[in-house]
T-cell receptor, first 112, second 114 residues
Framework: DAKTTQPNSMESNEEEPVHLPCNHS???????IHWYRQLPSQGPEYVIH???SNVNNRMASLAIAEDRKSSTLILHRATLRDAAVYYC?????????????FGKGTHLIIQP | KAGVTQTPRYLIKTRGQQVTLSCSPI?????VSWYQQTPGQGLQFLFE???????NKGNFPGRFSGRQFSNSRSEMNVSTLELGDSALYLC?????????????FGSGTQLSVL
């Protein structure tokens, strides 16, 4: 299974942009890149996903490297509510939840 | 639209007992996946059910089992509980098999084994 590597923790200031990196050097051509985040005492929630092109939604942007071996989740203007553990995971297009292997994620700390 | 509902929210059991956890997916979702979350191991995949059939299974012992009903509701069962089974058990639902589908998670069942 393709694995991802993320920093254990990152710190940022409120109202500033945050760039969360993820390395996935063994990604296959059909793997999608997903990001989820988990707020304290809650289950994970979907943030964004993409295959090759950069993606934007109301929560964040996903920048995917041209060789697809890394990606970056961008929170354009962090708020205190964005403090959470962020997971970068890969999934195959063939189906099956075992493709969604969650690692330890990045613990994002937002300073007021 | 109601979200994913897991019951009970908290559970305390003793070693050797068995436990059944319940998950009601979002209406119309046919896939339910189960995950175990512990501080040391993070989120680990247990199994996925789609249309009442187990489609994928993670690397857990046979004491962990599950099933899915015709209304897509799912249960997971852990028999002969061990202290190490203390964890947050999360279920997630999706419209189709979960490969690259968006997952919707419940708030989990916090199981404590004494």
């Amino acid at each position: 299974d393709a694995k991802t590597t993320q920093p254990n923790s990152m710190e940022s200031n409120e109202e500033e942009p945050v760039h969360l990196p993820c390395n996935h050097s063994t990604i296959s051509g059909t793997d999608y890149i997903h990001w989820y985040r988990q707020l304290p005492s809650q289950g994970p929630e979907y943030v964004i996903h993409g295959l090759t092109s950069n993606v934007n939604n109301r929560m964040a942007s996903l920048a995917i490297a041209e060789d697809r071996k890394s990606s970056t989740l961008i929170l354009h203007r962090a708020t205190l509510r964005d403090a959470a553990v962020y997971y970068c995971i890969l999934s195959g297009s063939g189906g099956g939840a075992d493709g969604l292997t969650f690692g330890k994620g990045t613990h994002l700390i937002i300073q007021p | 639209k109601a979200g994913v509902t897991q019951t009970p929210r908290y559970l305390i059991k003793t070693r050797g007992q068995q436990v059944t956890l319940s998950c009601s997916p979002i209406s119309g979702h046919r896939s339910v996946s189960w995950y175990q979350q512990t501080p040391g191991q993070g989120l680990q995949f247990l199994f996925e059910y789609f249309s009442e059939t187990q489609r994928n299974k993670g690397n857990f012992p046979g004491r962990f089992s599950g099933r899915q009903f015709s209304n897509s509701r799912s249960e997971m069962n852990v028999s002969t509980l061990e202290l190490g089974d203390s964890a947050l058990y999360l279920c997630a639902s999706s419209l189709r098999q979960a490969g690259n589908e968006k997952l919707f998670f419940g708030s989990g069942t916090q199981l404590s084994v004494l």
